[in-house]
C-alpha cells in the first residue's frame, strides 16, 4: 500500500462518516451529483442481495451476513446504510458523467476510479482544514472486477475504509469505519465489502425485485427440496 501525506483531500463518502463520529462539526452533502443508493433488499441464503436501478444503470449485488439490518441515517442526505454483523456499511452511487464530461467508453475502469478520487478530493478541499494520511492501493478481483481500496487516517477518528468500483456509467461506493485498527477487524472489513463488489452482476434492463424475489425463493426451495431426497 502507498502511505502519501494528502492536505484537504477526502471522499465525500468518508466525510460522512467521519462527521458522524464528530458531533461538533456540520454534515457536509457529497459532491453534487451523488445519487442516494435507494435500492431495494431480498433476502437470500448468505445475506441480503441489493438492487439498485438508474437510468442506465442496473445492477445487483449481495452483501453477505448473518445479521442485517437497516440502520438510520446520521444526517440527511446521508448515503444509505446497513448493519452488517456489527459493521456498519454505507453505501452510494455517483454518475461518471459527473467527473467525466468527455467520452469514457474507452477509458480502463482503474483510471475512472483514480478520476473520480481527484474529483472528490478537489471538490472538498476547500472545505477540509486538516491534514489526512490516505492509502490507496488498485485491485483487480478474481472474476476481473477492478476496484480501488482507499483507507484514509486522521487522528481522533476510526480509520476510514472505501471501496469503489466502475458500474458503468455510474462509480458504487462502499464505504465503513475501522474501529480498533486490528488485523482481524481490518480483514473481516475488507472481505465484506470486497465479497459485495465481486458479486456485482449488471443488467441491461430496470431489475424487478418482486420476480427476483420470487426467483430467489423458488430457488431456495428447491434446494431445500433437493437435500431432503425428496
Request: with cysteine.
Amino acid at each position: 500500500m502507498q502511505e502519501p501525506v494528502m492536505k484537504h483531500v477526502i471522499p465525500g463518502l468518508f466525510l460522512l462518516i467521519l462527521l458522524a463520529n464528530c458531533s461538533s462539526k456540520k454534515a457536509v452533502a457529497p459532491s453534487a451529483g451523488t445519487i442516494e443508493l435507494a435500492t431495494v433488499g431480498v433476502a437470500v441464503p448468505e445475506g441480503q442481495l441489493m438492487i439498485f436501478n438508474a437510468p442506465g444503470a442496473y445492477y445487483t449485488f449481495v452483501v453477505k451476513g448473518k445479521n442485517i439490518r437497516n440502520t438510520t441515517s446520521v444526517h440527511p442526505g446521508d448515503p444509505m446504510a446497513l448493519m452488517v454483523d456489527g459493521i456498519f456499511l454505507q453505501m452510494t452511487t455517483l454518475p461518471i458523467s459527473q467527473f467525466i464530461t468527455t467520452d469514457f467508453s474507452r477509458k480502463a475502469d482503474r483510471d475512472i476510479l483514480q478520476t473520480h478520487l481527484k474529483y472528490e478530493s478537489e471538490y472538498l478541499g476547500s472545505l477540509i482544514q486538516q491534514d489526512y494520511k490516505i492509502d490507496q492501493e488498485p485491485l483487480t478481483l478474481d472474476n476481473g472486477r477492478e476496484c480501488l481500496i482507499w483507507m484514509m487516517e486522521v487522528e481522533g477518528l476510526p480509520t476510514q475504509v472505501l471501496i469503489t468500483t466502475a458500474v458503468r456509467p455510474h462509480i458504487l461506493m462502499l464505504s465503513t469505519p475501522l474501529y480498533d485498527g486490528g488485523k482481524m477487524e481490518e480483514d473481516q472489513i475488507l472481505g465484506k465489502l470486497l465479497g459485495a463488489v465481486e458479486s456485482v452482476q449488471q443488467y441491461r434492463e430496470p431489475v424487478d425485485p418482486l420476480k427476483l424475489q420470487d426467483s430467489v425463493v423458488k430457488a431456495v426451495a428447491a434446494a431445500r427440496k433437493a437435500s431432503s431426497g425428496e
